[in-house]
């Protein structure tokens, strides 16, 4: 059948966002955390939410809920969709895949924006020069990079025996990056929708596909009303590192 509904959920609140959003709010250079980005799990909040993602996705009808589940590789996301899933009763085997993992930073790895400036000062200024969409940090990765990713796990979505509702559990550049494949935005179309949208932590972003035409359109956008109605908390850490276009 090939999928014709993506539901891609950011991970529930993490460590490792307490932790940047704290170090970026102090201007300290490094973000203390003691883990391995793969590794970083979910906050006592990022707990929570899930369980409130769980708890809609049980409240819909049987014929309304995704049909299949993939994730990303790194612990938080599959905290989220596995505590998501059992909280839901819902026995949706989850297909686990290191191409929805969280974007790369390489040397940059665990700097906030201040520390980046003050000990690489050459590729501030290179990433202002070439622009958010293109810039590969040394032993890193671009959004370009994610893109080829997502394309080619997007090949996989059209096998038909692909069932047509998937929800995939990733990270705020990954769902970025399905709504700039899926739409064919350009890079700067890209660049101002995230000026101006956040992906909010286990929010619902709903890629929709015509049967006719077989062109994607974006439904919904970092949907929360499940948090709200559960009272979880809505968070908005940036995740992925501030949007300067060009």
């Known amino acids: 059948m090939a999928a014709h509904e993506l539901w891609l959920i950011r991970h529930g609140e993490s460590l490792a966002n307490r932790a940047a959003t704290a170090a970026e709010n102090a201007g300290l250079e490094v973000v203390s955390i003691d883990l391995r980005?793969?590794?970083?799990?979910?906050?006592p909040t990022g707990e929570e939410q899930a369980e409130a993602l769980g708890a809609w996705l049980a409240d819909l009808a049987e014929d309304?809920?995704?049909d299949a589940a993939?994730?990303?590789s790194y612990l938080r996301a599959r905290q989220t969709v596995s505590i998501a899933l059992t909280t839901a009763g819902s026995d949706v085997v989850v297909r686990v895949d290191e191409r929805l993992r969280d974007r790369e930073l390489g040397v940059l790895d665990l700097l906030t924006t201040h520390g980046v400036e003050t000990r690489f000062p050459e590729e501030a200024l290179r990433k202002r020069w070439l622009?958010?969409?293109y810039y590969r940090p040394p032993g890193?990765?671009?959004?370009a990079d994610l893109a080829l990713r997502i394309r080619s796990l997007l090949v996989d979505l059209e096998r038909p025996e692909t069932p047509s509702r998937v929800?995939?559990?990733g990270h705020d550049a990954i769902v970025m990056i399905f709504i700039y494949v899926c739409l064919g935005l350009s890079?700067?179309?890209?660049?101002?929708f995230a000026q101006t949208h956040t992906v909010a932590n286990a929010s619902v972003t709903r890629l929709v596909r015509d049967g006719d035409t077989g062109e994607w359109t974006l439904e919904a956008f970092s949907l929360d009303e499940h948090l709200v109605a559960a009272g979880a908390p809505v968070t908005l850490h940036g995740g992925d590192d501030v949007v300067q276009p060009r």
């Open 64 to 66: 309304e809920r995704p």
């Open 140 to 143: 890193g990765e671009s959004w």
């Open 37 to 43: 980005d793969a590794d970083v799990p979910l906050s």
């Open 187 to 192: 890079e700067s179309e890209l660049l101002e």
């Open 131 to 133: 622009g958010k969409f």
């Open 70 to 72: 993939w994730s990303s």
């Open 167 to 169: 929800l995939i559990a």
